[in-house]
Nanobody, 124 residues
Framework: QVQLVESGGGLVQAGGSLRLSCVAS????????MAWFRRAPGKEREFVAA????????DYKDSVKGRFTISKENTKNTLYLQMNSLKPEDTAVYYC?????????????????WGQGTQVTVSS
């Protein structure tokens, strides 16, 4: 399995931006489809965005479309999530996940490697 470490979370005002990073070690990311999930206080973990192994196709939760962008830089073994126009309802712990497949998806069971999470707090 690949080891994943997220960073880039923090406190931001509504309308602001953050870029999350997820650095992989142990394996190279060119062998993995990747995704971001999040868990808000008192809620279930939910899918946010995913990208295929080759990075040619992406998918997003409806509420983040047009505001968030997932990208993958295999040469740096890093996954990113650019988050713009943040809203208080985006407040959550964000997790990156890896699946040893070509195609990504929104089901958490697809992914067998997870990071420890990074906190994102959006104030109103």
């Amino acid at each position: 399995q690949v080891q994943l470490v997220e960073s880039g979370g923090g406190l931001v005002q509504a309308g602001g931006s953050l870029r999350l990073s997820c650095v992989a070690s142990g394996r190279t990311l060119d062998g993995y489809a990747m995704a971001w999930f999040r868990r808000a206080p008192g809620k279930e973990r939910e899918f946010v965005a995913a990208i295929t192994r080759a990075g040619r196709s992406t998918d997003y939760k409806d509420s983040v479309k047009g505001r968030f962008t997932i990208s993958k830089e295999n040469t740096k073994n890093t996954l990113y999530l650019q988050m713009n126009s943040l809203k208080p309802e985006d407040t959550a712990v964000y997790y990156c996940a890896a699946a040893p497949t070509h195609y990504s998806g929104s089901y958490s069971s697809l992914y067998n490697s997870w990071g420890q999470g990074t906190q994102v707090t959006v104030s109103s």
